[in-house]
């Protein structure tokens, strides 16, 4: 299942984001793009940066796979419930479909451990056994179906990240005691639609998907401490946040103005 959701995630945004580069030339913010230095470099200081704030959910993910202490019990998982995130960032078109983005986000989730025998038991649920919180910088390139200023535009990104993981221990069944702060590296995909309603502002519901290693997974990690045989420990988890965004954008209007009349003598 994780394997075709990560296909389909590549395919759409092959197919969004690689047309960038063959029509890099031709798209441009600027009417006649002649040079990377005044067409591009110059647009980086130019007026069309744009910041933002969204907000959103996160997925549950399955961290840890263990049997119980009495094997004939079964088994348990680690999981996490449905969490949050809100972030900032700010971002500038360099292209008449393409541009940048850099963000900061924070994000919140739930631990459960949850009965992993398949006949719908509940017998080994624990609740609230820790809250697992990330901080990521991510960097991105976006790249627009339409030109950047279209009111209606589907989009899709391209970028990398780095992940802070810390662990709240709100019981005795996990800890993070002896744990360095994990931290990763990891590639991430999104794909959305943005609508701008004015030259100044717009808004972007968008769907982000990324893979980062398992902070329970590894030397100096988080651990589980409920008795029981480890049978599963991925080395990497999937995640699906769901977005929306508030976009400002700098810069003047480009609409055109009203006809000069011309006097006829």
Not at 5 to 13: E, F, G, K, P, Q
Request: glycine share 10%; proline share 6%.
């Amino acid at each position: 299942m994780r394997k075709s959701r990560w296909l389909v995630a590549a395919s759409i945004c092959s197919i969004v984001v690689m047309p960038a580069i063959t029509s890099a030339q031709a798209d441009s913010t600027n009417k006649d793009p002649q040079d990377f230095v005044r067409d591009v470099l110059h647009a980086l200081l130019g007026p069309h940066w744009n910041m933002f704030a969204d907000g959103g959910i996160v997925d549950g993910t399955r961290y840890l796979l263990q049997s119980a202490a009495n094997p004939a019990d079964g088994k348990r998982a680690l999981e996490s419930a449905t969490g949050y995130d809100v972030g900032l960032g700010a971002g500038v078109d360099i292209l008449l479909r393409t541009g940048l983005r850099a963000s900061f986000t924070f994000g919140s989730s739930n631990m459960n451990f949850r009965t992993s025998n398949g006949n719908g038991s509940s017998a080994l649920n624990i609740d609230d056994v820790g809250r697992l919180k990330t901080q990521t910088a991510a960097l991105e390139l976006i790249h627009y179906m339409l030109p950047w200023r279209a009111t209606i535009n589907p989009y899709g990104t391209v970028g990398i990240q780095g992940t802070w993981w810390t662990l709240k221990e709100t019981s005795p069944y996990v800890t993070g005691v002896g744990a360095a702060t994990p931290f990763t590296v990891s590639p991430l995909l999104s794909f959305g639609v943005q609508i701008k309603p004015s030259h100044r502002w717009s808004a972007r519901v968008e769907a982000v998907l990324s893979s980062q290693h398992n902070p329970f997974t590894g030397n100096r990690s988080f651990r589980s401490l409920v008795p029981g045989s480890f049978i599963d420990e991925e080395n990497s988890v999937g995640h699906t946040e769901y977005r929306l965004a508030a976009v400002y954008h700098f810069g003047k209007s480009n609409l055109p103005g009203a006809p000069v009349p011309v006097a006829h003598k």
